[in-house]
């Protein structure tokens, strides 16, 4: 085990009860700054399978902790029907598989850290709520799917990136944001350990510049956005949906276009700009060897704390910020009072209802809000809240899989929804619709739903926007939600372009 310099160790745990296994350590980091989780990461950004889950300086009550990690011990990459596993460390134990990606993921966290932890609180210091400390973290792209339904396959897929991309760490540092008090939390491996030191970290917490990402090159677009589909293609594509709509195939689907366009530079510039314009609380950076994905998502798709308590909050209804204070006011009350919105948002809510009684508790699961209004950024948004109690049989990760993809983001029948969307968009989701987030070693799991997510790969930037279409739904105000959903990701990406 390394020993982390002078600093305090404020929390132990330990596997199985075991006091031969490995002791995972929590250690205060020391700056006399007050950086963003952002900047300590751009240390680390051009590293293959860095991640980052960021709050983005948000006010959000799900804004709490920022996480960071690099150098996983092991990574688990799908695309198909195949998933492969990598040891860095140990590369004589890579592995082909077959088998389900979530089993996987919860096999290979079980043998690289252990299958249980039992977490020895202290009575002082605020270390002992920290969410995740080690685990896996990753993303399942919506495309993942495909694994746990039978779905046809029409759209076209011209994506690198893979369907699933999940490390396994045995660090992290975490940050919590009420009292700015970051942590390094590093869980020894028997190899080498590559986890940094809390000096180390400590010296890059005093590098750090709020001005200044550190980074030489800049992030620039080369060309103007493109969309998959024409207005006038969009407008008809819900009149199909209609058509579904009425013959009773099914209640809502989600359409959305796809822009793309070309650029050159670093991929974290792009986030940084879009971070600061959007302030959304469940962000995010990913790299892997194919792929960069950002996101600056406002919705969750599923937690579970230590104690088996199930949350998800989805989204339906979406109205523009204004600066005008009075017309932004208005759009507030005319998404309050929208009842075509709060059928949508029904909709889904009872949808989630279900995908939650498949792993929870009988009787455990309730709404204990619905229709509250959120506002972000760029938008206000209608959310709801279902919760429930996981049952002893499930795992977080059975209950992903269980509720794979989110219905806020496919419509309802779900699986009627999803055969409906590969038959009018032309090109497959991969990441957009999706889900980033972790699996703590303690068993806690947070995740979000891939709305404003982008996907970057072979010096192109790929970038969704859709909604809900319903009987009530009007074609061309469909169209223009999907563009107020962007106003703050493509144009601030232009902004420097010549």
């Known amino acids: 085990?390394?020993?982390?310099?002078?600093?305090?160790?404020?929390?132990?745990?330990?596997?199985?009860?075991?006091?031969?296994?490995?002791?995972?350590?929590?250690?205060?980091?020391?700056?006399?700054?007050?950086?963003?989780?952002?900047?300590?990461?751009?240390?680390?950004?051009?590293?293959?399978?860095?991640?980052?889950?960021?709050?983005?300086?948000?006010?959000?009550?799900?804004?709490?902790?920022?996480?960071?990690?690099?150098?996983?011990?092991?990574?688990?990459?799908?695309?198909?029907?195949?998933?492969?596993?990598c040891y860095p460390l140990q590369p004589q134990k890579n592995d082909l598989s077959h088998s389900d990606p979530m089993s996987l993921v919860q096999t290979v966290l079980e043998q690289c850290l252990g299958k249980h932890t039992d977490l020895e609180q202290t009575p002082s210091g605020n270390s002992s709520s920290l969410p995740f400390k080690a685990g896996a973290m990753g993303y399942f792209g919506y495309d993942l799917g495909r694994r746990f339904e039978d779905l046809p396959q029409q759209a076209m897929d011209p994506y690198l990136a893979p369907d699933m991309a999940v490390g396994i760490y045995h660090w992290a540092v975490i940050k919590d944001n009420q009292t700015q008090q970051f942590y390094l939390c590093h869980f020894p491996i028997a190899q080498t350990d590559n986890a940094p030191t809390a000096a180390e970290l400590n010296a890059l917490l005093e590098d750090s510049d709020e001005n200044d990402t550190g980074l030489a090159e800049t992030f620039t677009l080369n060309g103007q956005w493109q969309s998959n589909m024409e207005q006038s293609q969009y407008v008809k594509k819900i009149d199909t949906i209609n058509a579904y709509l009425h013959s009773g195939d099914c209640y809502q689907v989600n359409l959305a276009q796809r822009f793309d366009a070309p650029y050159t530079g670093d991929e974290y510039q792009a986030y940084i700009r879009l971070r600061r314009a959007n302030k959304a609380p469940f962000s995010a950076f990913i790299r892997v060897p194919e792929a960069v994905i950002i996101s600056i998502s406002p919705e969750r798709f599923l937690s579970v704390d230590r104690q088996g308590?199930?949350?998800?909050?989805?989204?339906?209804?979406?109205?523009?910020?204004?600066?005008?204070?009075?017309?932004?006011?208005?759009?507030?009350?005319?998404?309050?009072?929208?009842?075509?919105?709060?059928?949508?948002?029904?909709?889904?809510?009872?949808?989630?209802?279900?995908?939650?009684?498949?792993?929870?508790?009988?009787?455990?699961?309730?709404?204990?809000?619905?229709?509250?209004?959120?506002?972000?950024?760029a938008v206000h948004h209608l959310v709801s809240t279902v919760t429930g109690q996981l049952a002893e049989e499930h795992t977080p990760l059975s209950l992903l899989r269980g509720a794979f993809p989110g219905g806020s983001i496919t419509?309802?029948?779900?699986?009627?929804?999803?055969?409906?969307?590969?038959?009018?968009?032309?090109?497959?989701?991969?990441?957009?619709?999706?889900?980033?987030?972790?699996?703590?070693?303690?068993?806690?799991?947070?995740?979000?739903?891939?709305?404003?997510?982008?996907?970057?790969?072979?010096?192109?930037?790929?970038?969704?926007?859709?909604?809900?279409?319903?009987?009530?739904?009007l074609p061309l105000d469909e169209y223009q939600e999907s563009l107020d959903k962007v106003c703050k990701i493509l144009p601030v990406l232009m902004e420097g372009n010549a």
Not at 31 to 39: E, I, L
Not at 349 to 362: F, I, Y
Request: hydrophobic share 35%; glycine share 6%.
């Open 1 to 85: 085990m390394r020993v982390l310099g002078n600093y305090q160790t404020i929390e132990h745990a330990k596997l199985n009860g075991n006091s031969a296994l490995p002791t995972l350590t929590i250690t205060p980091l020391t700056t006399t700054k007050n950086p963003s989780m952002s900047h300590l990461f751009q240390h680390f950004s051009k590293q293959d399978w860095a991640i980052l889950l960021d709050s983005a300086d948000s006010t959000h009550i799900d804004g709490r902790y920022d996480m960071m990690v690099a150098n996983p011990i092991a990574t688990l990459v799908t695309k198909g029907n195949s998933t492969q596993i």
């Open 309 to 377: 308590k199930v949350q998800t909050k989805p989204i339906k209804g979406t109205r523009p910020r204004s600066s005008d204070k009075a017309l932004d006011q208005q759009n507030i009350q005319a998404l309050q009072q929208s009842s075509k919105d709060q059928a949508e948002n029904l909709m889904i809510v009872d949808l989630l209802r279900n995908d939650l009684s498949k792993s929870c508790e009988p009787h455990s699961v309730d709404v204990p809000a619905l229709f509250e209004i959120e506002s972000f950024a």
């Open 411 to 473: 419509g309802a029948p779900k699986i009627r929804a999803m055969q409906i969307i590969e038959e009018l968009e032309p090109h497959r989701r991969n990441i957009y619709c999706g889900s980033i987030g972790y699996l703590g070693i303690d068993g806690d799991m947070d995740t979000s739903i891939c709305i404003r997510t982008l996907l970057l790969e072979d010096s192109h930037l790929y970038c969704w926007a859709g909604g809900g279409i319903v009987l009530d739904s």
